[in-house]
Every structure is written in C-alpha cells, then in structure tokens.
C-alpha cells in the first residue's frame, strides 16, 4: 500500500513564524500536491509537483512557498504565518496524468497560527 | 472552467436503508471521476473511480457509483448504510493530460442507529 506521510498532525505556531509541513511518500510517484482543507470549501490546491524541484501554483499559493529537492519529499513553507493559515493541511501523491489514477493523502497536518 | 457540485451539506439515512450521495461535475473533456471518504482528523481515503466502460463502478466497503454521461452526475450509493459509514464523502474529477483534481465542498453522511 502506498504510504503518505505527514511529520506533524497537530501544530500550534506563532503569528510571523516560519512553518515547515514536510510531506514523504514511498511508492515513487512523480506527482505530489498540498491542499488546504476549510470546512465548507472543501480542498483547495496550493501547489502541485511533477518532477523533483519543478512547481506549479495552485488556486491559493499566496503566503506559501514548496521544496521538493527529493522525489520522496515535499515540503510545504508558510513563510510568515497569519492567523489566517489556521488550517487542516493534506499532502498527496499519484503518479502521472494520462490514466485516471487516484490521489493518495497522508492523515493532515492541523495547524494553529496564534 | 471544470467543476464539481455536491448539493448536499449533509445527508441523514437510517442504518440499512439505501444511502445515495450526490455528485455532478462541469468539464471540457472526458472525465476521470472519484469518491474520497474521511473520517474524523484522517485524510482521504479512495473508495472508487470511473475512468470508461461500465457505468456502475463498484468500489471498497459495499460502495458503489453510477456514471451518468447526459445528466452529468456521478451519484455514490450503498444498498445498505452502517453506522460506521458516518464520515465526510468527496467527489473529484480531473481530465486527462491534467495534473489538477477539482474537489467538491463534501457530503457529510450521518447513519442514524
């Protein structure tokens, strides 16, 4: 079974920190993406990874950045927290487009920006 | 521009009636369509696809979808609900040559014992 792993399922910051989520998946998939999940709106997408340190924005990149210097891992950068990134935050992984493979999420980071 | 609909912010069956949780989707294209379940601080969990053939899809824990091309919807049902079905329900669609999956706002399924 594909494995996705979140380092932190609950985490409580402060306004202004910098905040690292890391994210590592063992099935060596090429496609890895960060959601923010808010009830009521669902998943939006932040960013999306398809190859080891190529981007793309996704529907709500402001405030954050990503890393993935390993195919394994993605990491996901608030660089300076507001309390507006109060949020439940999924990593997930699939392999490439071209065949409808589903999406596979680690458990979520809660993060809390005080 | 695609998008995915889940009209319904909550549905309440009884444990053993038939449960359906409804889902229709806007795209250009042929759709790759899919049910998530998640429960309570856990992420999505797959349940099934439709990618082409059959339109009934038959998926992990009972669930099933029909795919219906005309009305555009991509309905999740069980003939029989548990309890322990109680959880939060997404529908998500992505065509192909695309990176991105476009998530509905969910369902949240209560079985009532």
């Known amino acids: 079974d594909v494995k996705v792993t979140q380092s932190s399922r609950y985490l409580v910051k402060r306004t202004g920190e910098k905040v690292f989520l890391e994210c590592v998946q063992d099935?060596?998939?090429?496609?890895m993406f960060w959601y923010r999940q808010d009830p009521g709106l669902g998943l939006r997408l932040i960013y999306f990874?398809?190859?080891?340190?190529?981007?793309e924005k996704g529907d709500i990149p402001e405030g954050y950045s990503v890393s993935r210097e390993k195919k394994e891992r993605f990491s996901l950068i608030l660089e300076s927290a507001s309390t507006n990134q109060t949020s439940m935050y999924l990593c997930?992984?699939?392999?490439?487009?071209?065949?409808?493979?589903?999406?596979?999420f680690g458990d979520g980071t809660r993060l809390s920006i005080l | 521009a695609q998008s995915v609909a889940q009209p319904e912010d909550q549905v309440n069956v009884a444990e053993g009636n038939p449960l359906t949780v409804k889902c229709t989707y806007s795209?250009?294209?042929?759709?790759?369509l899919f049910w998530y379940v998640q429960y309570p601080n856990r992420g999505l969990q797959f349940l099934l696809k439709?990618?082409?053939?059959?339109?009934l899809v038959k998926g992990s824990y009972g669930f099933e979808a029909e795919f219906n091309k005309s009305q555009t919807s991509f309905h999740l049902k069980k003939p029989s609900a548990l309890v322990s079905d109680s959880a939060l329900y997404f529908c998500?669609?992505?065509?192909?040559?695309?990176?991105?999956?476009?998530f509905g706002t969910g369902t949240r399924l209560k079985v009532l014992a």
């Open positions: 997930a992984s699939s392999t490439p487009t071209g065949g409808g493979q589903p999406q596979h």
């Open positions: 099935m060596d998939h090429e496609n």
């Open positions: 990874s398809y190859d080891v340190k190529m981007k």
């Open positions: 795209v250009s294209g042929n759709p790759y």
């Open positions: 439709y990618i082409t053939g059959d339109n």
């Open positions: 998500a669609v992505k065509t192909s040559g695309t990176y991105k999956y476009i």
